[in-house]
């Protein structure tokens, strides 16, 4: 594991190395470009937010579905019934950043976007099934002040855990949505469906884990007005063609250090062990044909995103540090250049999770809230989240 932090840092001076000055952006002349819908940095749930974006193999549950499916079907440690439910609820601003999107235009903070995400999902011996929202706005930089996008992302999720081969597995349907409005007038808006995998390898009474999942692309296709304008001249603006969403392949692996092995199941309602658990991710994301940024549209120019494909190592660890009451998180992640002419740019990530109260619903339960931070060059994101203890 410290090999692979090691090579996460060296990847990270390399890339900022080879930033340089932003190119020229052209003006838009006709509707033959796309939006490219992608995010550099890691949003989500709180907890992979504070471990530097990593957790395809050590987050459970709805929020660890949030970035490999089969999250939902790996079962709590301290999980011997034959049925249980999970949700999870977080909220995450950027709005103090200035170049959220690190396009290279440095505007006035409160740009940034903010973000909600929750999800809720059953379990039924080895079957699991879960629904996960991420809801995502954001003024627009630009010329217009009033200028303002929208995202969703829904996830619907069937998983199973197959104990022969201590292996987990989980399957969906990914519906994005996305639109600009000028004000209160809808400029457009497109939606578009994709399918997403997800498997995690947890060999019984072992303390590693091993995760991967992929999301297949997602292109709107034809943009929709909202009103009767012309898509040539709507509010002053020449729409998009299209909106895509870029293919997203994701494969980590999880350490965990404590007085126990980690694949196994306790008997007691609660794991209360001193244990630090180390993560490490590579996030690699495909290239966008004719994709450019949004902030340009603002500014009804057009700046080139997604010309080659993008790879984001990330890692982090967690630390028990009071046994059933206190974890803490900490992280660094590489947001790779999306756009001509940007470099990429460090994060530095920190979380606390408390647990607040022991109450019993269906079996002992404990409710913990989390807090997180993330900070790099020109961006900041703080979070915070409720939702059951682990």
Known sequence: MVRVFGCLLVCAVVCALTGAARAESPPIVNRNYAIDLYDGVAIGSTVMVAMGG????SINGTAGSLINPSAIAVRSTTD???WGWDYHLDALTGKYSSDYDNNGVVTGESSGAS???GGFGLRFHDWSAATTAVIQTAPVPGASTTLAASASRVQFILGNYQPRYSLAIGAGVQVASFSIAD???KLFEVSGTGLVFGATWLPHEQSIRIGAAI??????GQVTTTTACDPMSCDGYILPNEVDAPARVVGGVAYRIGPTAWNQQIVTPFRDERALTLAADLVVTGATANGYGIEAFSMQQLQRSGRSIAVSPRGGAEYEWLPGRLRLRGGSYWEPSRFDGVGGRLHVTIGAELAIWEFHFFGPRRLRVTFTGDEAARYRNIGASIGFWH
């Open 183 to 185: 004000g209160n007038n």
């Open 80 to 82: 011997l019934d034959s």
């Open 54 to 57: 990593a957790g395809a193999a």
């Open 215 to 220: 999301d297949l692309p997602i292109s709107g």
């Open 115 to 117: 973000l909600i995400t």
